[in-house]
């Protein structure tokens, strides 16, 4: 599954919910951790073992506080414009940017669901070998030779109208085989 977070989207999405109803002074308190973030990181990038919270992946790290720094600054500066506390509302980029993290969540929840469903759909298909007496085999190839299809095709036609009644009958409905099947009822 591709990656739809990049770090940039996360902190966005983090900045945006942290800094609800801070002011300006709470926001440049946050703009200086993450100066002093970002410097930490890059350090430990350059060092030749990584330690601590650094060792997983140093980097990834020092892109997350370089995404972060760069979204608080951005709130900095809203903030400096409109005064009073941050309100994710009012912010047009942030809400923007929240509203496309939305689409790309459901687009990759719809996609992910297809895909799964496309995966039960293989599983629940039934490959099979069918032999069948020489009456109704010559029947089939009679059907198959008048509709074009091949006497699989005829079959599998026919095992896709197949229903089973309350009581365990089975029945099919009347239908003509061809390339695109017309059953009686649709006539």
């Not at 770090?7 to 109803?21: K, L, S, T």
């Not at 990038?45 to 330690?51: D, G, I, V």
């Not at 026919?158 to 006539?187: C, H, I, K, N, Q």
């Amino acid at each position: 599954m591709a990656m739809i977070w990049t770090p940039e989207d996360i902190a966005r999405e983090q900045v945006r919910r942290q800094a609800a109803g801070m002011t300006a002074q709470q926001v440049q308190r946050a703009v200086d951790t993450a100066v002093v973030r970002v410097r930490e990181t890059l350090e430990e990038l350059r060092s030749p073992a990584p330690r601590g919270e650094f060792a997983a992946d140093p980097q990834e790290l020092a892109d997350r506080w370089a995404a972060l720094l760069t979204e608080w600054r951005r709130v900095a500066a809203h903030l400096a414009a409109s005064a009073g506390v941050y309100d994710g509302d009012l912010d047009k980029t942030g809400c923007a940017w929240a509203r496309e993290r939305e689409e790309r969540r459901t687009t990759a929840l719809r996609d992910h669901a297809a895909r799964m469903q496309r995966r039960q759909d293989e599983r629940d298909e039934l490959s099979a070998e069918v032999r069948v007496g020489a009456a109704a085999g010559r029947r089939v190839r009679a059907v198959a030779a008048r509709t074009g299809l091949t006497p699989h095709e005829v079959l599998a036609q026919l095992a896709e109208r197949v229903s089973v009644d309350d009581d365990g009958a089975v029945s099919v409905t009347r239908f003509t085989p061809g390339r695109t099947a017309v059953t009686s009822e649709e006539r």
